[in-house]
């Protein structure tokens, strides 16, 4: 992508609304765009961030089992009287009257909406275990949205919903998702501590949120330094093997993590000696929900087991906060100058700066490592405007590609580019002609 040709405006300027780092970057980097209070647009540049976590997310969902749908975001509210959630959901649910005088609601959450598919749907036992999930615009008229999408009104879910004819069964399916949530987490560079947490307006009997370490997160965090020191990206699994699958999940769920809402300071004592007692703020950016027979029983989503008996499905529901990530791992990952994204989920893999714009040599040497980057497979942010070099550089760092690579009259005369990390600050000069074999590596290593 030619910088001349693509739409990103960044501003000058700090903007004032801004609390935390990652909303003030987002909206420096012309990421966002807020349309009223907790709605946002996403700009090209956000929303490739956004694209790409969406494909981290798909990529280990369907390694695990879970089948890509999509519903809607408008829903009968007649759906939500059926399982009793339509009185108690409250003010954050948006309802609307149609024409007709229909009661809808934009969907918070989609546990009705898949219960009652599957219920119409499946009559055997032999058509489970399912695991359907979409990735879907939600709705919560929160009364305090704040810090841009980290906690918006209208925002990006993945939520994934599990059925099966035990309970046994449905455990299984929840460790599962649990296991895909740390390997999905890691995918993005980052490391999301599983915790214990209370089941809110979802319900349910057993639910773990994962956080990412941020000073500005929202919830208060009290866990075991283990976690710090455990290696996440080791987390190789056979999802076929529920003992196996099992197994990861005793080992992060026997260490101490707690929000604060559950957090039980005698235990913590207790169970982790002091110099390993972390405590901090985290932003929850994943939540899973066992519930077993809470929504399929109102509801009445039953199969016909072995024996010909009706039997309630033992579902659960996993969700993920996709649009509120693209601001945690931002505020898990800058410095000074701007964004450092992880590799994974950067909105380009490099930034090609032409240092002289105009000057026929470089100019040329730009284009032809251009086009050699992009034929090789490689996401460019080609900075082909004319601006000065200080603050395409400035204008580059604050946008946060991990890597990015000069090319100026001088190092047109001795074949040279400079190359330099985004997180480490370290340059080195490379020969034109082993630039694309590098680059490649470089940006490929990590999902090895
Ligand atoms: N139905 C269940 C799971 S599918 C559910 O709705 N869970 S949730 O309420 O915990 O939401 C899932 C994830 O969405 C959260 O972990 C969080 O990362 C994200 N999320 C929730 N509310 C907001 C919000 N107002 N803005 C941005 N992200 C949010």
């Given at each position: 992508?030619?910088?001349?040709?693509?739409?990103?405006?960044?501003?000058?300027?700090?903007?004032?609304?801004?609390?935390?780092?990652?909303?003030?970057?987002?909206?420096?980097?012309?990421?966002?765009?807020?349309?009223?209070?907790?709605?946002?647009?996403?700009?090209?540049?956000?929303?490739?961030?956004?694209?790409?976590?969406?494909?981290?997310?798909?990529?280990?969902?369907?390694?695990?089992?879970?089948?890509?749908?999509?519903?809607?975001?408008?829903?009968?509210?007649?759906?939500?009287?059926?399982?009793?959630?339509?009185?108690?959901?409250?003010?954050?649910?948006?309802?609307?009257?149609?024409?007709?005088?229909?009661?809808?609601?934009?969907?918070?959450?989609?546990?009705?909406?898949?219960?009652?598919?599957?219920?119409?749907?499946?009559?055997?036992?032999?058509?489970?275990?399912?695991?359907?999930?979409?990735?879907q615009w939600k709705f919560?008229?929160?009364?305090?949205?704040?810090?841009?999408?980290?906690?918006?009104?209208?925002?990006?879910?993945?939520?994934?919903?599990?059925?099966?004819?035990?309970?046994?069964?449905?455990?299984?399916?929840?460790?599962?998702?649990?296991?895909?949530?740390?390997?999905?987490?890691?995918?993005?560079?980052?490391?999301?501590?599983?915790?214990?947490?209370?089941?809110?307006?979802?319900?349910?009997?057993e639910s773990h949120e994962?956080?990412?370490?941020?000073?500005?997160?929202?919830?208060?965090?009290?866990?075991?330094?283990?976690?710090?020191?455990?290696?996440?990206?080791?987390?190789?699994?056979?999802?076929?093997?529920?003992?196996?699958?099992?197994?990861?999940?005793?080992?992060?769920?026997?260490?101490?993590?707690?929000?604060?809402?559950?957090?039980?300071?005698?235990?913590?004592?207790?169970?982790?000696?002091?110099?390993?007692?972390?405590?901090?703020?985290?932003?929850?950016?994943?939540?899973?929900?066992?519930?077993?027979?809470?929504?399929?029983?109102?509801?009445?989503?039953?199969?016909?087991?072995?024996?010909?008996?009706?039997?309630?499905?033992?579902?659960?529901?996993?969700?993920?906060?996709?649009?509120?990530?693209?601001?945690?791992?931002?505020?898990?990952?800058?410095?000074?100058?701007?964004?450092?994204?992880?590799?994974?989920?950067?909105?380009?893999?490099?930034?090609?700066?032409?240092?002289?714009?105009?000057?026929?040599?470089?100019?040329?040497?730009?284009?032809?490592?251009?086009?050699?980057?992009?034929?090789?497979?490689?996401?460019?942010?080609?900075?082909?405007?004319?601006?000065?070099?200080?603050?395409?550089?400035?204008?580059?760092?604050?946008?946060?590609?991990?890597?990015?690579?000069?090319?100026?009259?001088?190092?047109?005369?001795?074949?040279?580019?400079?190359?330099?990390?985004?997180?480490?600050?370290?340059?080195?000069?490379?020969?034109?002609?082993?630039?694309?074999?590098?680059?490649?590596?470089?940006?490929?290593?990590?999902?090895?």
């Amino acid at each position: 992508m030619r910088l001349s040709k693509f739409f990103m405006p960044v501003l000058r300027d700090d903007p004032k609304e801004a609390e935390i780092v990652s909303h003030r970057l987002m909206l420096r980097c012309g990421m966002i765009r807020q349309e009223t209070g907790g709605i946002y647009s996403w700009l090209p540049l956000g929303f490739r961030v956004l694209t790409k976590i969406m494909d981290i997310v798909r990529e280990e969902q369907a390694r695990a089992g879970g089948l890509e749908m999509l519903m809607p975001t408008i829903q009968p509210a007649s759906l939500w009287r059926e399982s009793g959630r339509y009185d108690d959901y409250g003010k954050e649910m948006l309802r609307i009257t149609d024409r007709r005088d229909n009661e809808l609601l934009y969907g918070p959450t989609n546990e009705e909406m898949i219960t009652s598919i599957v219920k119409s749907s499946v009559q055997s036992y032999k058509d489970l275990p399912l695991n359907l999930y979409h990735i879907q615009w939600k709705f919560r008229d929160e009364i305090r949205p704040r810090f841009g999408v980290m906690r918006g009104r209208e925002f990006l879910m993945k939520d994934g919903y599990s059925f099966d004819l035990t309970e046994e069964a449905g455990r299984e399916a929840y460790n599962r998702m649990f296991v895909s949530y740390l390997r999905t987490f890691a995918a993005m560079g980052l490391k999301a501590i599983p915790m214990r947490a209370e089941t809110g307006p979802i319900g349910g009997n057993e639910s773990h949120e994962f956080l990412i370490l941020a000073e500005t997160g929202e919830s208060g965090v009290f866990f075991d330094k283990a976690f710090l020191e455990k290696d996440w990206s080791g987390v190789d699994i056979d999802y076929d093997d529920a003992g196996a699958v099992a197994g990861v999940v005793k080992e992060f769920t026997s260490l101490y993590a707690a929000t604060e809402d559950i957090h039980d300071p005698a235990a913590f004592e207790r169970e982790v000696p002091e110099d390993r007692r972390v405590s901090g703020r985290g932003i929850e950016v994943g939540q899973i929900f066992f519930f077993g027979t809470k929504y399929s029983k109102p509801m009445g989503c039953a199969v016909q087991g072995p024996d010909g008996k009706e039997v309630y499905l033992q579902s659960g529901s996993y969700g993920i906060g996709v649009s509120r990530l693209v601001a945690g791992i931002i505020e898990a990952s800058h410095d000074e100058a701007g964004i450092i994204w992880p590799q994974p989920v950067a909105p380009f893999d490099l930034g090609l700066i032409n240092l002289r714009q105009g000057d026929a040599a470089t100019d040329g040497a730009c284009e032809k490592l251009y086009e050699e980057l992009s034929n090789a497979g490689l996401d460019v942010l080609y900075d082909d405007r004319s601006d000065r070099a200080g603050e395409k550089f400035t204008r580059m760092d604050l946008i946060g590609l991990p890597w990015q690579v000069v090319i100026g009259p001088r190092g047109v005369k001795s074949g040279m580019a400079e190359v330099k990390n985004r997180a480490t600050g370290e340059k080195t000069d490379v020969p034109f002609d082993t630039l694309t074999g590098l680059m490649l590596d470089k940006c490929t290593e990590v999902y090895a």
